[in-house]
């Protein structure tokens, strides 16, 4: 769960009561017994197990909780919440609840699927203003998402400096490190073929294939969804960086999915390159190739009054 490799050290040191060093030492030591064909991360979790140390009821912050993430443990305020709505398609009907979840570090949308979490909310007993603790949360689409195997109730925990917003600091390329959350204006450098992939129309979950039938493990069979996902690279002049985008992102570039679908693709790719633009986002490790992935989450035009401000009070160097 922890995609910084510096938290999740601290996390062994804390629960053992070894110091940081001592836990360095001992990763790299498993490292070399598996003839280094194991990333520092993974030599960690290894070593957090062996030691008996089980992440699964280990509570995040906001601004730790990344794509892919499941089973997230977080304590927040409901800080807006939707009115509850009904949905029927396609023979399936159903309730929906969201609610924005923000602690000390930033807010994320939350979305309840299970009835026996929705109705909370219709009888009020989960309301706008209430410290509440959610268990086995998943992350979909920049969303924690609640499924019937989650929990969440109300907590007496009370959190100071609630933030509304994620804080994604401005930062160069070559500043970033795992697992924070930055802005930066860069330059589109290269870009490579799109990929796609199928999810639930509903909520967005993986599809379960069962030979020409689409399965979600929340709505059963459906007439699954096409999402894209772009690789690209980024530039600002002190470094560079993979970045990964999917589709709201990606249509923001200006490239609608039936342009990545088509032929017309290699002449949007052209038009991608050299186009700059201010690109916020989470840092986390690809596991396969060991190295940092730049998860794109917002996209905007570059603000040329507030560019120009910016450089007429940096100071002149001579």
Not at 164 to 184: H, R, T, V, Y
Request: charged fraction near 35%.
């Amino acid at each position: 769960m922890f995609q910084n490799y510096n938290q999740l050290v601290e996390k062994i040191s804390k629960s053992t009561g070894k110091s940081s060093d001592e836990i360095l030492r001992l990763v790299e030591a498993k490292r070399a017994k598996l003839s280094g064909l194991i990333s520092r991360e993974g030599a960690a979790q290894i070593l957090a197990a062996e030691l008996g140390i089980n992440f699964d009821k280990e509570k995040v912050k906001v601004n730790e909780i990344m794509q892919g993430m499941k089973k997230v443990n977080i304590i927040g305020k409901v800080v807006k919440l939707f009115p509850v709505r009904e949905y029927k398609k396609e023979n399936r009907e159903g309730k929906v609840a969201n609610f924005f979840l923000a602690d000390d570090t930033g807010s994320i949308k939350t979305v309840l699927w299970d009835v026996n979490h929705i109705v909370l909310i219709e009888k009020g007993e989960i309301k706008e203003g209430d410290f509440i603790e959610i268990s086995a949360g998943n992350l979909r689409n920049n969303e924690l998402h609640l499924t019937g195997f989650s929990d969440i109730k109300k907590s007496n925990e009370i959190i100071e400096n609630i933030k509304m917003q994620n804080e994604a600091g401005e930062k160069k390329i070559s500043e970033f490190s795992l697992g924070g959350s930055f802005k930066a204006r860069a330059m589109i450098v290269q870009a490579f073929e799109p990929k796609f992939f199928e999810v639930c129309p509903e909520c967005g979950s993986k599809i379960i294939k069962e030979g020409e039938i689409s399965r979600c493990e929340k709505h059963g069979r459906v007439t699954p969804k096409k999402r894209a996902l772009l690789s690209i690279v980024l530039d600002d002049g002190n470094g560079n960086i993979r970045a990964i985008l999917f589709s709201e992102q990606i249509e923001k570039l200006g490239i609608k999915q039936e342009d990545l679908e088509s032929e017309r693709f290699s002449g949007k790719k052209r038009e991608l390159l050299g186009k700059e633009a201010e690109f916020s986002g989470s840092v986390r490790q690809n596991k396969l190739f060991n190295n940092p992935e730049f998860f794109v989450s917002d996209i905007q035009e570059i603000d040329l009054d507030r560019l120009i401000e910016k450089l007429e009070k940096s100071p002149i160097v001579t």
